[in-house]
């Protein structure tokens, strides 16, 4: 079966002679793009849109629709204390995305934005580390945090972040802290909350004690490792046991620590039950007790010939005694069984400091061991009778290395080193942290972290690797120290007596509360303690501590209190969080406690967890390194839609790269999206709603019906959070499907040829819109408004009423099946292959050789719809033959699956729509004839 062009009918020659003019001529009788929308978007515009599209109106608007499913998205607070970074970026964008996708698809999002206020980070800044007037202190950190506030909320609005920005919630507002402070009492009432002397983190960079959550572990840190030995007050019990390790005098037990700072506080030894352990002796005769699968690791390290003198049963251990020498108390000390021990390190023996460590903690409770240390508060050795290293800080070296020394003097450090391993430091200041033993503020978790982990079955997590890192930080968590000996916070609602007894109640918090909403939560420091009281008789005999504010992470722990009540008790309030994976160990699990403690579900339905910004070369961006990039400078030189797009094509579940390359990159592509979507624009400008046309060409429905694919597509991962997933299909589709191949199939046609033919590209085009825009609309909503407000001089509409727009019907389209189109454009592509010229495979004809069933589909196609596959292949003339018929010079594909001839046509270039139908040169074609002659009868 054969398809030609038009025929090429014999015209008149005075006809001939009247069109024979230059082709330039000719472009005010084609029918080219037409849009005001300027090619290059410039940053200024960003404001623009922002004001005509009325975007400050939108949340508002939408939940005014009180018909529609409500959607909760709960904010985790960014800190008030700086700049907006990448990280800020990432995290607020991917939440509009969801937000914006909600209304599109017709639900009431309620998304109120929120801010951390509280804490050491902000206090540091105005005090630089010196404590001062408390209510002063508070005051300006007050008011930088709302500076900062301030700052930060303009530039989310910049970004075009949809949100509830009237009515943000702010952690340091008089009616939140008043709120907090009746939870903390429910919690206290509950029996979960007390204060007590335990083990806690502590910064002495910071000067406060720290929660796990506010720890961060350093892989690359260097201690200075000792192996000491302890001589035994009662050798006489190995002697009974091996009386030939008489002669040797002094016998030994051999400790190893990395932290020497805390042999200060000894107060015994400990050993494993599930160890073997024996008696060695060196060169001199003296004998070292260690556990014999130590024993090899531990001659290396001393670099001395260890004699293994004999095996020692584990009951000798709990016998012995020691004396530690630096410590002047001649207090024997002994030796327990802990079930910590372990032989991966050091000697099998584990020296005991209660107040520097949990499990030492807990051997000596069981043991009543002394809890005392001679480490004060900041981190300082109280040692009078050791002026070198009195007053020192233990983590610097004039402290811990200090002891060393004293140690070495007094010939008891046998080896020492520097020992890299892991080790916690404070998050904020990136500095080591250590355990002391410290009256605070605690909730139990023992039991709650158990029902805690129970909940976490009814929560979705993406990505589902969230999940286990949530649950395995909850479950190596202990007592949650929950008080801060600081000035910006809120103040624990509790008075002490003459006993030293806590005393609160709820007439109490109850009091404190209505102070708190009237004045502000500095009340706590300006009034004295019987104006706090409800009933002042008590006042002579209660005291406060104003040194004691409750730890940030409650703070925003609780926030969940300000969302809407859910329609069900024991429903979680948010349907969706959405922070960074260092939320696992911070505000994910603070949340979680408190809602599970309180209301006995989780707080959220489903949890995202987002990676981190890192530079190009995939680093963590550090000011120091000089590898920070500013989301607003991207912005100011690009706008906002570029660095949303940015978010939006990359895989947020991981960590996200950013740096010069990747936002080339992206502007890039910004630009050939917009580029593509302007065309569309201007090929409408003379289209109407009422001109649809009633049946498309088969390229133009299968455009409509690939398009229709796509967004089902993205819709379905707009669905599950895979943003970058929607995003690559759709700018695939842009740059391929539209921009690569269905325009330039298309231009001719569309450009030059009549109304009839011209309406069915249109009508394709304009349905392509409607199904893209929406699903555009999250990722880049100011390069949509923008194509609505060009698109509606065309007779557009707001884009709200094309969220469930409908592809055509098969009334509408011809019916062509896709598979058929697929081998046609596997045929253009080779064909296109096959020329010197792009521009010029008008002047062939082609060819196609098919094997069955593709024949016979094309076959069809061909003798119904010539004209399209001519178009589609961008040809002259198409032939379609049985592959059996395929001569021996055809070209083949790459599969064999067809092959492909080609013809030089012998007619001439119509100089106005550059086809090859003109028979002698520079004279219009027969088609353009007939749409010339009736342009100028319109005329």
Wanted: charged share 20%.
């Amino acid at each position: 079966m054969i398809w030609r062009s038009s025929q090429l009918t014999c015209l008149p020659r005075w006809l001939v002679l009247r069109h024979a003019r230059a082709a330039s001529s000719w472009t005010h009788t084609c029918n080219l793009p037409k849009t005001d929308m300027p090619l290059r978007h410039t940053p200024e515009n960003d404001l623009k849109i922002q004001q005509s599209a009325k975007f400050a109106e939108l949340y508002q608007w939408q939940r005014s629709k009180v018909e529609r499913p409500l959607f909760v998205l709960h904010d985790g607070p960014p800190y008030a204390n700086g700049d907006l970074h990448m990280g800020h970026a990432l995290n607020k964008i991917v939440k509009d995305f969801v937000v914006r996708h909600k209304i599109m698809t017709g639900h009431r999002v309620d998304f109120r934005p929120g801010w951390d206020c509280h804490g050491m980070p902000i206090e540091h800044k105005v005090t630089s580390g010196n404590s001062g007037d408390p209510v002063a202190v508070r005051a300006q950190c007050r008011s930088l945090a709302t500076d900062c506030i301030g700052r930060q909320r303009e530039g989310f609005k910049r970004w075009g972040v949809c949100a509830d920005w009237e009515n943000p919630y702010l952690t340091y507002s008089p009616q939140y802290v008043a709120n907090q402070l009746q939870l903390f009492f429910q919690m206290y009432q509950r029996k979960l909350v007390s204060r007590g002397e335990l083990p806690v983190y502590f910064s002495p960079s910071s000067g406060t004690a720290l929660a796990e959550s506010e720890i961060e572990y350093n892989e690359s840190h260097v201690s200075r490792a000792v192996l000491v030995k302890l001589p035994l007050a009662n050798p006489d019990v190995v002697w009974d046991e091996l009386p030939e390790l008489m002669s040797s005098g002094s016998v030994s037990l051999l400790v190893w620590t990395t932290q020497p700072w805390t042999l200060a506080a000894n107060a015994a030894v400990a050993f494993s039950p599930g160890l073997q352990y024996g008696v060695w002796t060196d060169e001199l005769g003296e004998a070292f007790i260690m556990a014999a699968s130590c024993a090899e690791r531990v001659t290396v390290e001393m670099q001395q010939n260890l004699k293994f003198a004999s095996h020692l049963d584990i009951e000798i251990l709990p016998l012995l005694e020691y004396i530690h020498s630096f410590i002047s108390d001649e207090v024997s000390r002994g030796v327990y069984a802990g079930d910590h021990v372990t032989d991966e390190v050091g000697t099998g023996l584990v020296h005991i400091a209660p107040a520097h460590g949990q499990e030492d903690f807990s051997l000596a409770r069981r043991h009543g061991l002394p809890l005392s240390s001679p480490v004060d508060s900041q981190g300082r050795f109280c040692l009078p009778d050791h002026p070198d290293i009195h007053g020192q800080g233990v983590t610097e070296p004039g402290g811990n290395l200090g002891l060393v020394g004293l140690l070495e003097a007094r010939g008891q450090i046998l080896h020492q080193k520097d020992y890299t391993h892991s080790y916690p430091y404070d998050w904020r200041t990136k500095k080591p942290v250590i355990t002391v033993l410290s009256k605070q503020w605690f909730i139990d978790i023992t039991q709650l972290k158990m029902e805690a982990s129970r909940q976490l079955d009814s929560v979705r997590f993406t990505p589902q690797s969230a999940r286990g890192s949530l649950a395995t930080l909850l479950q190596s968590r202990s007592n949650w120290c929950i008080s801060r000996q600081r000035a910006w916070g809120v103040p624990i609602p509790v008075f002490s007596d003459h006993n030293g007894s806590q005393v609160t109640s709820q007439q109490i918090v109850n009091k404190l509360s209505e102070l708190v909403t009237s004045e502000g939560s500095d009340c706590w420091w300006t009034h004295p303690v019987e104006e706090l009281l409800h009933n002042q008789e008590q006042s002579p005999q209660l005291k406060k501590s104003p040194a004691d504010i409750m730890d940030v992470w409650l703070d925003s722990g609780v926030s969940w209190h300000t969302l809407p009540c859910p329609a069900e008790a024991g429903t979680p309030p948010a349907d969706l969080v959405m922070e960074g994976r260092d939320q696992s160990r911070g505000w994910f699990q603070s949340s979680l406690l408190t809602h599970v403690a309180l209301n006995g579900c989780p707080p959220y339905k489903h949890v995202y967890s987002h990676g981190f910004v890192l530079d190009h070369f995939r680093n963590k961006m550090s000011k120091s390194v000089g590898n920070v990039s500013s989301p607003m400078e991207v912005v100011d030189a690009h706008g906002s839609d570029v660095l949303r797009l940015w978010v939006a094509l990359s895989d947020s579940t991981a960590d996200v790269a950013f740096g010069p390359e990747v936002l080339t990159t992206t502007v890039n592509a910004y630009r050939k999206l917009r580029a593509v979507l302007r065309l569309l624009v201007g090929n409408c400008h003379d289209f109407h709603q009422c001109d649809v046309c009633d049946h498309l060409y088969p390229v133009d429905s299968h455009i409509v019906r690939v398009a229709a694919n796509v967004c089902a597509k993205c819709e379905s991962a707009f669905q599950q959070l895979h943003f970058h997933v929607a995003t690559h299909a759709l700018l695939s589709f842009i740059q391929e499907d539209l921009s690569t191949w269905y325009v330039p199939v298309v231009k001719d046609r569309l450009y030059c040829d009549g109304r009839r033919a011209r309406l069915s590209s249109q009508s394709a085009m304009r349905h392509v819109l409607h199904l893209l825009l929406p699903q555009l609309f999250p990722v880049l909503p100011h390069l949509v408004e923008e194509v609505w407000r060009h698109l509606a001089a065309a007779g557009g509409a707001p884009p709200f009423a094309f969220s469930h727009h409908t592809p055509l019907s098969s009334t509408q389209a011809h019916a062509v099946d896709d598979d058929v189109i697929s081998v046609i454009k596997q045929c253009r592509a080779l064909f296109l292959s096959q020329i010197p010229k792009v521009h010029d495979s008008g002047k062939y004809d082609v060819t196609i050789f098919l094997p069955e069933p593709s024949l016979t589909a094309a076959s069809q196609l061909v003798s119904s719809h010539g004209d399209s596959v001519r178009e589609m292949l961008s040809c002259r003339e198409a032939h379609v033959l049985p592959l059996s018929a395929a001569p021996a010079d055809a070209v083949q594909s790459s599969d064999e699956s067809l092959q492909l001839a080609l013809e030089p046509a012998p007619t001439h270039r119509c100089p106005r729509c550059r086809r090859y139908f003109s028979n002698s040169a520079d004279t219009l074609c027969p088609p353009c004839e007939t749409v010339v002659a009736r342009l100028e009868t319109a005329q």
